[in-house]
């Protein structure tokens, strides 16, 4: 173990703030612009539980800052100072926060135990105005912990606050989060020695599902005898190093090995799921499709002339996405066509789309893929294609269109708002669901029935564009026909 030194606090120091920060800013994010309550809530209880586990850390990181003596306060990048939207400001939070918890989880492994302990004085002792002030230790007498003065002399360069002479903490805990960090910060639980092999052991901290019942940031490990969890534990998490659960996961509530550098592994991985559900509402690709009006669907045999020829005339008419949409063509001949159509979008500047094939919008290099509520669920295709590719979902109600948000959706298709010949449909949610969908916070695009007639009443509803099939496939001027619908949007002002 190295003396602690005033670099390593000062390391801890700026990556407690870098933390802190980033988690306002998601919190913020989350709370104010995607207006989602759990996902706040969440992003609270981590901010909460952080502090919690570096409060005593924190109070003596901070006597070592030194902001004017810091060499890299004048340096920056060009994209330190540009964003260029609020989905990169959230990204670029998400990233600090999880790379600040590695730096703190390395660095503190390299200081003194007393400095990642608790203080064993939780409560401050009520303080009486007439009394005279306290007493100084003599000279020579050692704080908690240490054999004599020339070990705490020499491991403890920054002197003790007045609230530690006093025998309390400099900065509190946030006595309302309940947690296992909380029993252990508390003195309820101390943390054992660090194992033999440190980070050699073969599997991380591990977030168990939520709904069994345990307490927020629990422990579970492989063993269920010992998790509390009753699951079963698949062979490759044969490790006894503990894994963290989220909220409602079941657990045994003890806190790992290691002291603070474990406590802050486990929020670090905490955290990668947290960021995970932040990235998955703030896909780049809702941006894109915010602008785009018309959306066209082309259908071969819908088609009055060539469907190539159909597709150009639609962009010429103001299409911002064209999606091939070809439910009888085998493989191959998709695959030819993807490529053909996505070469035409390329050389117009249009996003091109895929129906309910991600394989064939990979191989063609399309720019997304659009399924239905029967197709592949939406954490499936982003297993396929990534978070790269543009992905939308039809909707038929609020709470498929909730769920399409809350699975990383880019935009979703609103409907039917009218009657389809293309697509007759039984339920007619009409243009009630579209005014309720319109309030989320991505694109939404009306589908099923649409034309240059009823195109206005569309618009009005507060949907950011329509897609339409027959309307402009089957026209006999597809560019003409793909222009009036357009227009119904440039009247109000869209």
């Known amino acids: 173990m190295l003396p ?7 390391i801890v ?7 802190r920060e980033g988690l306002r800013v998601l919190e913020d994010f989350a709370r104010l612009v995607r207006d989602d309550a759990s996902l706040s809530a969440l992003l609270k209880a ?3 539980d952080f502090q919690t586990a570096t409060s005593a850390l924190q ?7 030194d902001t004017a003596g810091d060499v890299g306060t004048g340096i920056t990048t060009e994209t330190e100072t540009q964003r260029t939207s609020l989905s990169a400001v959230a990204t670029a939070a998400g990233k600090r926060v999880g790379e600040a918890l590695r730096t703190i989880e390395e660095y503190s492994k390299l200081l003194p135990d007393h400095y990642l302990t608790p203080h064993e004085n939780r409560t401050a002792p009520a303080v009486n105005p007439h009394a005279a002030p306290p007493v100084p230790p003599p000279p020579g007498e050692v704080r908690r912990g240490r054999a004599d003065a020339a070990s705490q002399r020499t491991a403890d360069p920054i002197p003790p606050s007045p609230e530690e002479a006093k025998g309390r903490p400099a900065l509190g805990l946030q006595q309302s ?18 194992p033999p092999g440190g980070d050699s052991a073969p599997h991380g901290p591990r977030l168990a599902s939520s709904g069994g019942g345990g307490t927020a ?3 579970t490990t492989s063993d269920p005898q010992k998790s509390g969890t009753g699951l079963p534990v698949h062979s490759d998490e044969a490790s006894d190093r503990p894994h963290l659960a989220s909220p409602g996961g079941g657990g045994t509530g003890k806190t790992p090995s290691g002291g603070v550098a474990a406590v802050i592994e486990q929020l670090r991985y905490r955290f990668y799921d947290i960021e995970k559900a932040v990235l998955l509402t703030v896909a780049p690709g809702g941006e894109r499709m915010a602008g785009v009006r018309l959306h066209v669907l082309i259908t071969a045999s819908l ?25 009888d063509l085998d493989g191959a001949e998709l695959l030819i066509r993807a490529k053909q159509l996505v070469a035409l979008c390329r050389r117009k500047g249009v996003i091109a789309i895929l129906n309910d094939r991600p394989d064939i919008a ?5 720019d997304g893929v659009h399924v239905g509520q029967s197709d592949l669920p939406i954490d499936a295709v982003r297993k396929l294609v990534g978070m790269d590719l543009l992905v939308g979902v039809s909707t038929h109600s609020i709470e498929q269109a909730q769920a399409a948000l809350a699975s990383g959706a880019d935009y979703i298709g609103v409907g039917p708002i009218f009657p389809s010949t293309t697509k007759p449909q039984a339920d007619l949610p009409g243009l009630a669901y579209a005014k309720q969908a319109a309030a989320l916070p991505l694109p939404t695009v009306g589908i099923s029935g649409v034309t240059a007639a009823n195109a206005p009443a569309a618009a009005a509803s507060g949907l950011t564009g329509v897609a339409v099939s027959s309307a402009v496939c089957s026209a006999d001027d597809p560019a003409a026909a793909a222009a009036a619908i357009v227009a119904a949007f440039s009247d109000l002002g869209l």
Not at 59 to 65: E, K, L, Q, S
Not at 180 to 189: D, S, V, Y
């Open 4 to 10: 602690a030194s005033p670099a390593i606090l000062r």
């Open 13 to 19: 120091d700026v990556n407690c703030n870098r933390v």
């Open 46 to 48: 981590f901010r909460h």
């Open 59 to 65: 109070a003596r990181a901070i006597a070592a800052r």
């Open 177 to 194: 989060v309940e947690s296992p960090i909380t029993e252990w910060l508390a003195g309820t639980q101390r943390p054992p020695a660090l």
């Open 217 to 219: 940031g629990a422990l």
């Open 303 to 327: 088609c009055r002339r060539s469907w190539l020829a159909v597709a150009e005339a639609a962009i010429d008419g103001g299409a911002g996405v064209l999606q091939l949409r070809e439910k």
């Open 362 to 366: 990979l191989l063609a290099g399309a």
